[in-house]
């Protein structure tokens, strides 16, 4: 049976996507989104944030790395992985990341906005 890892962020990006190409021509971009907790923060009382990393690919990738900026809010729909090595001390690290399946970037115009201008 398979199992199910499928997750919903809403966030804002904490610097611009960096865009790769890698050896066999697949292009990934990664970014990190800074997701708030408590929805009623105030500048006086942030709340809580946690900052995860984000890994988009192909044709995602591109768009990602041309639409999303610094600042700007993304809602993204994805799956958890996590990535596995040894450090140079011989430890064991892991890290989780999203694998994005959907972005959807907030505030760019619609096609009649588009088409208008």
Same mark, same amino acid.
């Given at each position: 049976?398979?199992?199910?890892?499928?997750?919903?962020?809403?966030?804002?990006?904490?610097? @611009?996507? /960096?865009?790769?190409?890698? =050896? =066999?021509? $697949?292009?990934?971009?990664?970014?990190?989104?800074?997701?708030?907790? @408590?929805?009623?923060?105030?500048? /006086? =009382?942030?709340?809580?944030?946690?900052?995860?990393?984000? /890994?988009?690919? @192909?044709?995602?990738?591109?768009?990602?790395?041309?639409?999303?900026? $610094?600042?700007?809010?993304?809602?993204?729909?994805? /799956?958890?992985?996590?990535?596995?090595?040894?450090?140079?001390?011989?430890? =064991?690290?892991?890290?989780?990341?999203?694998?994005?399946?959907?972005?959807?970037?907030?505030?760019?115009?619609?096609?009649?906005?588009?088409?208008?201008?």
């Amino acid at each position: 049976m398979k199992n199910l890892s499928h997750i919903i962020l809403d966030g804002n990006l904490t610097s @611009d996507p /960096e865009l790769k190409t890698l =050896n =066999n021509g $697949k292009s990934v971009a990664t970014f990190t989104l800074a997701v708030n907790h @408590d929805y009623r923060s105030t500048a /006086e =009382n942030p709340g809580e944030v946690s900052f995860i990393d984000v /890994e988009a690919w @192909d044709k995602q990738a591109g768009n990602c790395h041309e639409y999303l900026k $610094k600042g700007k809010k993304a809602t993204v729909i994805g /799956e958890l992985r996590q990535d596995r090595w040894k450090a140079q001390d011989g430890s =064991n690290r892991s890290k989780v990341k999203v694998v994005v399946h959907t972005v959807r970037f907030d505030g760019l115009p619609g096609r009649k906005e588009r088409e208008a201008a």
